[in-house]
């Protein structure tokens, strides 16, 4: 009876990886030597994505959930025991597995806007505060002279199959373009990627253009743009005075440039006023001294990208830009419905726990949060359906509802019962994230 509970708790989940498989893999890191009696690899992992969404992270409430998921009692110091040093490695290539198979069954979602391009990934971080004692291993911004602790968690996400297929772990003040390598483990021909200004880097541009893949990005007020004919420097902010619009091919960087195509579009009054406030409270841009033309620029979208206009017109490619709010939404999620922010006590807190709690959440995210939502996609787009699901109504749905989604028989009837209490409002005033994908 206990083992059919236990299989039961876990058919979402060892649907993506197998209880099987999850064991090999903790004997192959030297998680598991024996045969374990009460705590096995995959109760440990299903034990925290119980507790998670509904109580701070502590080893007291992990214990007080495999307890309850095994009907045996279980020991905070039980499970203090088994996070060593080979606990890290096992969970890391549980999440790498997981993301891998995600990649290669997910099927691709249908989108007008990216209908030309093969996956479409978006590439963002987000930031979590630490104990203070941690600041040498996670070090982070500083807040009146004193230095915090941050870790970062980088992300790129496949926006047509709708799952996460990289995932890095580090710190607050590690530069964001020290990243852009992480793509390239999946990258491929006529595949598109989406980032902010964090990961601009010239180079990078001419890399993804040698995998004849696509990019799109914000452009840096301050790099140089020169004429593709003349190769002479252009002012932008001149131009822009005159024709108020500009898309075509430049040359941008004065060492080894490439050619990209520049789009700029005027921004509305509203916005172009905050942009200015913020640049000029922004203590960072006094020390720059941010010339006329800086704060001219300011009024418009500008981007890069080697995408051409018989695929893209301009406002295509403002459109395709939009769709970063995506992940933007997913952080929200985490942070608000999924309890990611670590909350250990800081006496307790040390660098294998942060992992611990971090590699976790996401295998919590990327095993169970995002396959329900393409298995819901599925059971809709099979019955016809019409509704788009909210990853905010869902990641709070399944917090409050966790314990019993694990032990629960996921039918169409069941998926369609949570698709109506997730999906999106209809609103008159503006689009929702799917509607505005199809338009």
């Given at each position: 009876m206990q083992k059919r509970l236990v299989h039961d708790k876990s058919n979402l989940f060892t649907s993506i990886i197998s209880s099987k498989k999850l064991s090999f893999?903790?004997?192959?890191?030297?998680?598991?030597?024996?045969?374990?009696?009460?705590?096995?690899?995959?109760?440990?992992?299903?034990?925290?994505?119980?507790?998670?969404?509904?109580?701070?992270?502590?080893?007291?409430?992990?214990?007080?959930?495999?307890?309850?998921?095994?009907?045996?009692?279980?020991?905070?110091?039980?499970?203090?025991?088994?996070?060593?040093?080979?606990?890290?490695?096992?969970?890391?290539?549980?999440?790498?597995?997981?993301?891998?198979?995600?990649?290669?069954?997910?099927?691709?979602r249908n989108c007008n806007l990216f209908k030309h391009f093969g996956n479409v990934y978006l590439q963002d971080a987000t930031h979590f505060s630490l104990a203070a004692h941690l600041v040498s291993l996670f070090p982070g911004n500083r807040t009146c002279g004193a230095q915090r602790a941050v870790?970062?968690?980088?992300?790129?996400?496949?926006?047509?199959?709708?799952?996460?297929?990289?995932?890095?772990?580090?710190?607050?003040?590690?530069?964001?373009?020290?990243?852009?390598?992480?793509?390239?483990?999946?990258?491929?021909?006529?595949?598109?990627?989406?980032?902010?200004l964090?990961?601009?880097?010239?180079?990078?541009?001419?890399?993804?253009?040698?995998?004849?893949?696509?990019?799109?990005?914000?452009?840096?007020?301050?790099?140089?743009?020169?004429?593709v004919k003349t190769n002479e420097q252009m002012n932008l902010a001149q131009i822009l005075k005159k024709k108020k619009r500009f898309d075509a091919n430049v040359l941008i960087s004065n060492k080894n440039p490439i050619k990209v195509r520049l789009v700029a579009l005027p921004l509305p009054k509203k916005a172009v006023q905050e942009r200015i406030r913020k640049a000029k409270a922004?203590?960072?841009?006094?020390?720059?001294?941010?010339?006329?033309?800086?704060?001219?620029?300011?009024?418009?979208?500008?981007?890069?990208?080697?995408?051409?206009?018989?695929?893209?017109?301009?406002?295509?490619?403002?459109?395709?830009?939009?769709?970063?709010?995506?992940?933007?939404?997913?952080?929200?999620?985490?942070?608000?419905n999924l309890k990611a922010q670590y909350t250990e006590p800081d006496r307790y807190a040390t660098e294998t726990s942060v992992k611990t709690h971090f590699f976790l959440l996401l295998i919590y995210v990327s095993a169970f949060i995002m396959p329900l939502l393409i298995m819901i996609e599925q059971m809709m787009h099979k019955n016809k359906l019409i509704?788009?699901?909210?990853?905010?109504?869902?990641?709070?749905?399944?917090?409050?509802?966790?314990?019993?989604?694990?032990?629960?028989?996921?039918?169409?009837?069941?998926?369609?019962?949570i698709a109506y209490q997730t999906k999106y409002d209809k609103r008159a005033d503006r689009k929702n994230f799917i509607e505005f994908m199809n338009q």
């Open positions: 893999m903790a004997r192959s890191v030297g998680f598991l030597k024996l045969k374990p009696k009460k705590i096995t690899a995959v109760n440990i992992i299903l034990s925290y994505m119980n507790f998670i969404s509904g109580a701070n992270f502590s080893f007291s409430n992990w214990s007080i959930s495999l307890s309850n998921l095994i009907n045996k009692k279980v020991s905070k110091q039980a499970i203090f025991k088994r996070i060593n040093k080979n606990f890290i490695p096992y969970i890391k290539a549980v999440l790498e597995e997981i993301l891998v198979k995600q990649l290669k069954n997910n099927s691709t870790a970062k968690i980088v992300t790129i996400f496949n926006l047509k199959k709708g799952c996460f297929t990289k995932f890095d772990l580090s710190y607050f003040t590690k530069p964001d373009s020290t990243f852009t390598d992480l793509i390239y483990g999946v990258l491929e021909k006529s595949d598109l990627i989406i980032r902010d964090g990961y601009f880097m010239i180079s990078d541009f001419e890399k993804i253009k040698l995998h004849n893949a696509f990019f799109l990005s914000r452009m840096k007020l301050n790099v140089a743009v020169y004429d922004d203590r960072r841009n006094t020390r720059t001294n941010h010339s006329k033309e800086y704060y001219y620029l300011l009024g418009y979208s500008i981007f890069i990208t080697n995408v051409g206009q018989e695929i893209w017109e301009a406002n295509d490619i403002c459109d395709a830009y939009k769709t970063r709010w995506h992940i933007e939404i997913l952080f929200k999620s985490w942070k608000s509704m788009e699901i909210s990853i905010l109504k869902l990641t709070s749905y399944v917090a409050l509802n966790l314990n019993e989604l694990l032990g629960m028989n996921l039918s169409n009837k069941t998926l369609e019962t």
